[in-house]
């Protein structure tokens, strides 16, 4: 790659050429030869393809080209004339030219052609002893080929002929020939004086018609480009100017409108520096005021950081960073705010969960002691109902018991036996009742045996069937009335007293297992029960009906208690109703399902509560805290959520929660303030 020096000179030698070939261009239009100045011009371009100058010498040679074809003259020696001596040669030095190629090898070759020609006339001329002419050639073949050496060859032998004619001729000869010569000089000069004076009208009058053309150009281009300056179009202006100055390069008016737009130009160029100069200067003001808001800021945020306002100096932070969001200064005083907050809330947060533990642990202590407390008191309540329903039952047998004794001593034996069996439906482990029942067995033996025609009928019959009936119904009525009003245990025990007058009666079968169906919450069979066998009852029905009530009472009480996850009541429960029936199905099943539930909970204490336990809690702990926020008590709300973190501390939900928490709280407690972003501590610890 050539060097910027290099690169100078090689172009300081093609301006060089190119102004050389210009002048010489211009030397060939003033003598006619349009197409050798056109070549001429050709070569010029090609050194600079966009040389105004040569564009122009271009435009010019076209239109005299134009012109010289308008009047229809070719522009060289008329044919005849004494100063062509052939006209041949001439003619093939004018077809050389015509037949130029484009390019520089075409060039060349119309440049040899000519020179060639001038050379052939130069030795003709010698050959006709016209020297003069000859070395005139010979100037004008070295004007086109300065170094060429068949040139000054051709020149010495002319001038060497031209010695050895004038040693030659005589004196006589010689003022001859000068006579002759001057003659030929002198038509010469006439000749050319009048080709010349024909050139100069010719040239005057195309320099007037090109004047006139470059005037209306050079308006048009004066008026388009104070048009243009005008409009402040200034580069426009210039470039129209750039073609006044190739036409007309003294032109008074294109230097002045150049004047105005270097004027306009450098005031622009002032304009904008003082204008920049403002900026910069306002730029350097608001810098400074930025600058010192940044400070007042910082100094201010610090201050709320010692006093502990560390959202106050968050927000004046904030304030700082909408001025200069890239300040080191203010990014260092917000992390250092930042690390005093955290180490501000992990000791309020190691405070609040001190305080928080120590909260729950007495509470906890103090739920162990009323749990302790109330089971002794529900123990101890237990005691007394069972001993006061013991006396009362003790009471309520005597009375029973009594009454049938009354019965049997009136031979009532049918009002007996219904008060021994509401006496057996209160207490059926009461051995009196056993006795006073085997009393009335035995005074209804023996009035059997008093009486021979009634020895074959059964006691019962000693009443009459109606009266029976209308018994059995009464009871009946009143056992469905109050079993629509819900008193299923009187109903249980009028339908006892139906079932001792009349054991094999249906419909008193039927309402006893509805109302047992009921007190069990579930519906009655589809169908009636089987009736028990009036020849060998398994068991006195008023018997049957007793244990069904109690091993009923026992199980919904151990179904309570399972429930309530109080297991080993529940198999106290059991463990009674299986003292009234060992063989009940349903205590059976019951026994296995509370072990079951039991040992499932012993297992889950002993691996810790499940994932389904966890997020139970952890939802009852979050719709708490949920409510106390509705209520606007953030801070029992917080501990809810405190709470739930000790379920488990990574849950998403609870954060969720506790960002509601306290954007609420700062919105009611601060609707002035943004709320700010929660800092937690590290991932793993509560809340993190």
């Known amino acids: 790659m050539e060097s910027p020096e290099t690169q100078n000179e090689s172009q300081g030698d093609r301006s060089k050429q190119i102004e050389s070939l210009l002048l010489q261009a211009d030397k060939l239009i003033e003598s006619g030869a349009y197409d050798v100045a056109l070549d001429v011009i050709r070569r010029a371009q090609s050194l600079d393809v966009g040389n105004r100058f040569a564009q122009a010498f271009v435009g010019r040679i076209q239109r005299l080209m134009g012109a010289r074809k308008a009047r229809g003259g070719s522009g060289t020696p008329k044919p005849g004339s004494q100063f062509a001596p052939k006209q041949k040669s001439t003619q093939q030095s004018a077809t050389h030219a015509s037949q130029r190629a484009p390019g520089a090898e075409s060039r060349q070759a ?110 048009q281009y004066l008026k388009s480009a104070e048009e243009m300056i005008a409009a402040e179009r200034l580069d426009e202006a210039a470039n129209q100017l750039a073609f006044v100055v190739v036409i007309d390069p003294l032109n008074a008016a294109a230097a002045d409108l150049q004047r105005q737009i270097r004027e306009i130009q450098e005031r622009k160029r002032q304009e904008e520096i003082e204008l920049r100069r403002r900026k910069e200067e306002e730029e350097q003001q608001r810098q400074a005021a930025v600058q010192s808001a940044i400070q007042k800021n910082i100094e201010s945020a610090n201050r709320f950081a010692d006093e502990k306002k560390f959202n106050d100096a968050l927000r004046v932070i904030t304030r700082a960073y909408m001025l200069d969001p890239l300040n080191e200064e203010v990014r260092a005083c917000e992390q250092r705010i930042l690390e005093a907050q955290e180490e501000a809330y992990r000791v309020v947060e190691a405070e609040r969960r001190a305080a928080e533990e120590a909260e729950r642990r007495q509470q906890e202590e103090e739920l162990r002691r009323l749990t302790e407390v109330e089971r002794e008191r529900l123990l101890q309540e237990q005691e007394n109902a069972i001993a006061l329903e013991k006396e009362a039952n003790k009471e309520k047998v005597s009375g029973h018991l009594e009454r049938a004794r009354e019965h049997i001593a009136r031979r009532s034996y049918h009002d007996a036996l219904a008060e021994v069996a509401q006496a057996f439906t209160v207490d059926p482990f009461d051995e009196e009742i056993q006795k006073v029942e085997q009393e009335v067995a035995a005074a209804q033996r023996q009035e059997s045996e008093s009486s021979v025609a009634q020895q074959h009928q059964p006691p019962e019959t000693t009443t009459p069937e109606g009266t029976t009936d209308r018994h059995v119904g009464g009871h009946l009525d009143t056992a469905k009335r109050l079993k629509s009003e819900g008193e299923l245990a009187r109903a249980l025990d009028e339908l006892t007293k139906a079932f001792a007058l009349d054991p094999l009666n249906a419909e008193v079968h039927a309402l006893e297992v509805e109302i047992e169906a009921e007190m069990r919450g579930t519906a009655p069979a589809a169908t009636a029960p089987e009736l028990p066998k009036a020849e060998a009852p398994a068991q006195p029905p008023q018997k049957k009906s007793a244990e069904s009530k109690r091993v009923t009472y026992h199980l919904n009480q151990a179904r309570r208690h399972m429930e309530a996850g109080s297991y080993e009541d529940a198999l106290a429960e059991v463990a009674l109703g299986l003292t009234v029936d060992p063989k009940n199905t349903e205590l059976h099943q019951m026994e296995a399902l509370i072990w079951e539930f039991r040992n499932a909970g012993e297992s889950r204490d002993a691996d810790g509560p499940t994932a389904e336990e966890n997020e139970r809690l952890i939802r009852i702990h979050l719709t708490a805290a949920e409510q106390f926020q509705n209520k606007g008590e953030f801070g029992r709300a917080l501990d809810e959520i405190a709470k739930a973190y000790q379920v488990d501390p990574l849950n998403p939900e609870i954060k969720k929660r506790e960002n509601l928490v306290r954007q609420e709280e700062l919105r009611r407690n601060h609707p002035d303030e943004t709320p700010l972003k929660l800092v937690y501590p590290k991932k793993g610890a509560a809340g993190g």
């Open 110 to 219: 119309a440049m040899r052609t000519a020179v060639e020609g001038f050379l052939s006339r130069a030795r003709e001329y010698s050959t006709a002893k016209n020297f003069d002419r000859g070395l005139a050639e010979i100037e004008r073949a070295r004007l086109l080929d300065p170094q060429g050496a068949g040139i000054d060859a051709l020149e010495a032998e002319i001038r060497k002929e031209m010695e050895v004619e004038r040693a030659r001729m005589s004196e006589g000869q010689v003022r001859r020939q000068h006579e002759e010569e001057a003659r030929k000089r002198e038509l010469l000069e006439q000749e050319l004086e009048r080709i010349r004076k024909e050139k100069e009208e010719k040239r005057l009058r195309e320099e007037k018609a090109r004047k006139e053309v470059q005037q209306r150009r050079l308006g």
